[in-house]
């Protein structure tokens, strides 16, 4: 044996090509590091019109940990190399979008500065950020890349930042500490330096968000959207000549909720959305059905119960939220798909529940899963609701009920998916201590989540398959 290799990822001696030839010399197996890291949650930051400026990341630090705020030097190299240069961005968010993350400055951001890239990248300063001429000088580095930095309040008030406010666009407040406090800070930063602009993190539900957008905020990081935001992106126009989809829209999910769901409603639909029998077709090869012929799915009221229930029920839902985006779109977006933000939210949801359902497989019915993850947040798409809209939620909210007490795992699962979206993890703790879910099952679930969404976008926004829907 030749002498140990402190380089080795393995850990373990390397083979001298004589003992290479021996059957029973064992191949040194990989060892995973345990600073590997993974996403936590991604959240869009957003401004009162509903604009994604970009999508705030949190990673665990290594293995062992189950909370955002714990990352440390020897973690920032996985991060980057994970999630920005061995698997790129677009992977775990859509094209062109913006990642941001809190870090603490190690030359390792300078090295992957370009790869990452810098000028699609937010690096927010962790808490009392160390200001050293070194780490300004780094910062200064990274600005002549492009990358944008952002730092809460009291790191550019309490700290050396405060001289370099020049190098910050971006001051971010803390929804879960003293608001009061963090705001009064924040209009001194904005008064010595205009042109920077406020981020409230922490929004965990709809009312913070407005609250902050109502105390002065130009962004909020939340899961969900106030209801101001929706209506200002409503398209009053087509909801006039398309009132009946609006409608029915939540009557088809709704149905899908039953024990035995009657997908007339959804055929009733198709008839009167004709091009969504193609849209059909194209989702069902997404969805890896393996289609041998697609003239066999032409007819979608002949095939559809020859489809598997739990493919079925998530490709009407798709098909839902795909008819449902339309009526928020703007002119200049009529040929892009699932790229307003609250529906991908709503999507991400419904397929995080899905995985997290899948790894349970013994005791849950996973037919329902896709469409309880949907539903359940789904009354917080609508800007405005009828008389028929606000029937249908309640008899949705009542079988989701029903289910619950049937199935509590259900229940379990998605008071789990809540307490991430909005990072109370003592909850989440309870449920890894009592090994119903692991810590893997857990974030593993929410990156395939992440990943799938994405793979969705993408695939939907083929040019060949623009002129489906309209």
Not at 164 to 179: F, G, L, N, P, Q
Request: aromatic share 12%; charged share 25%.
């Amino acid at each position: 044996m030749t002498e140990n290799n402190s380089n080795s990822l393995t850990g373990a001696a390397s083979i001298s090509p004589v003992e290479k030839n021996r059957t029973n010399v064992k191949t040194p197996m990989f060892v995973r590091s345990k600073d590997r890291c993974h996403i936590m949650t991604r959240t869009p930051v957003y401004n009162k019109s509903g604009s994604v400026l970009t999508y705030n990341f949190r990673y665990t630090a290594g293995e062992e940990s189950f909370r955002p705020d714990e990352v440390q030097k020897k973690h920032v190299k996985h991060i980057i190399i994970g999630f920005y240069v061995r698997r790129h961005l677009e992977q775990f968010s859509f094209e062109n979008a913006f990642g941001m993350t809190s870090l603490p400055l190690t030359q390792d951001i300078t090295k992957f500065s370009k790869p990452l890239p810098a000028n699609r990248f937010f690096l927010h300063l962790q808490e009392k950020q160390e200001a050293t001429p070194t780490f300004q000088h780094q910062v200064n580095q990274l600005r002549r890349e492009a990358m944008t930095i952002a730092a809460d309040v009291y790191t550019i008030v309490y700290t050396n930042w405060y001289k370099e406010i020049y190098t910050i666009s971006y001051a971010v407040i803390d929804m879960s500490k003293d608001i009061e406090e963090q705001f009064f800070l924040a209009k001194n930063i904005v008064k010595k330096y205009p042109n920077i602009k406020i981020i409230c993190d922490r929004c965990d539900n709809v009312n913070k968000a407005q609250i902050a957008f109502e105390a002065g905020a130009d962004y909020v990081c939340c899961p969900t959207f106030p209801k101001e935001v929706l209506k200002q992106n409503f398209n009053s126009l087509y909801f006039k000549n398309n009132r009946e989809d609006y409608e029915q829209i939540s009557a088809i999910l709704s149905e899908l909720l039953q024990p035995r769901p009657n997908y007339q409603l959804f055929l009733d639909f198709l008839n009167r959305n004709k091009e969504y029998n193609s849209l059909a077709i194209m989702l069902l090869d997404f969805l890896n059905v393996g289609i041998e012929n697609d003239s066999f799915f032409i007819d979608m009221e002949t095939s559809l119960y020859d489809l598997d229930p739990e493919i079925l029920h998530r490709l009407i839902c798709i098909i839902m939220m795909i008819k449902f985006e339309l009526f928020f779109k703007k002119p200049v977006d009529k040929d892009k798909y699932i790229k307003f933000e609250p529906i991908r939210q709503v999507l991400l949801r419904a397929k995080f529940v899905d995985e997290l359902v899948t790894s349970k497989l013994q005791t849950l019915d996973v037919t329902y899963a896709f469409t309880i993850g949907l539903c359940s947040n789904i009354e917080l798409l609508y800007s405005y609701t009828t008389n028929n809209i606000n029937s249908y939620i309640e008899r949705m909210d009542a079988r989701l009920g029903a289910i619950y007490a049937e199935q509590p795992d259900f229940s379990m699962i998605m008071n789990v998916v809540a307490s991430m979206e909005c990072l109370d993890l003592e909850y989440v703790d309870g449920i890894m201590a009592s090994e119903f879910l692991t810590r893997h099952e857990i974030l593993f679930a929410y990156e395939n989540a992440l990943m799938w969404l994405a793979s969705l976008e993408s695939f939907i926004n083929q040019k060949k398959y623009q002129l489906m829907i309209k």
